[in-house]
């Protein structure tokens, strides 16, 4: 009995030894170097440092399939839109609100929000 227990003990070790080489498993989000554009942008507001975060949130949608949920982060959508809306692109912004909207329900109030302000600046609403 005592020899069987040891046994058990010593492959448990020996488990617990070997699990710890497996490999890291796949982040949930692919950002790229969001963080490091949005934080540019917000520091010192340049035509550039605007640029440079279009092109990281674009280069993250691009790549959201390496994550392992396969979806866009949280935000990415909403966040290029509002910056489509900026740039005066907005159907553009209306199209990535949608996108935003149809991954992430809970956020299909304020996208739809967002899209009624457009269309209403833009002179697009249907009364119903």
């Not at 553009?92 to 935003?100: G, L, V």
Request: hydrophobic share 30%; charged share 25%; glycine share 6%.
């Amino acid at each position: 009995m005592k020899r069987k227990t040891t046994l058990f003990f010593i492959l448990a070790f020996i488990t617990y030894i070997t699990s710890g080489c497996s490999t890291q498993p796949k982040p949930l989000y692919t950002y790229g170097d969001y963080s490091e554009a949005y934080y540019a942008s917000k520091k010192e507001l340049t035509p550039e440092s605007a640029l440079r975060l279009q092109k990281s949130i674009e280069y993250a949608i691009e790549n959201s399939g390496e994550s392992s949920s396969g979806r866009v982060a949280p935000g990415l959508y909403a966040n290029l839109g509002y910056i489509y809306l900026k740039t005066g692109n907005s159907s553009k912004a209306i199209e990535n609100f949608k996108k935003e909207k149809a991954i992430y329900p809970e956020a299909a109030h304020f996208m739809d929000r967002m899209i009624k302000k457009v269309e209403v600046a833009q002179g697009k609403t249907d009364e119903k």
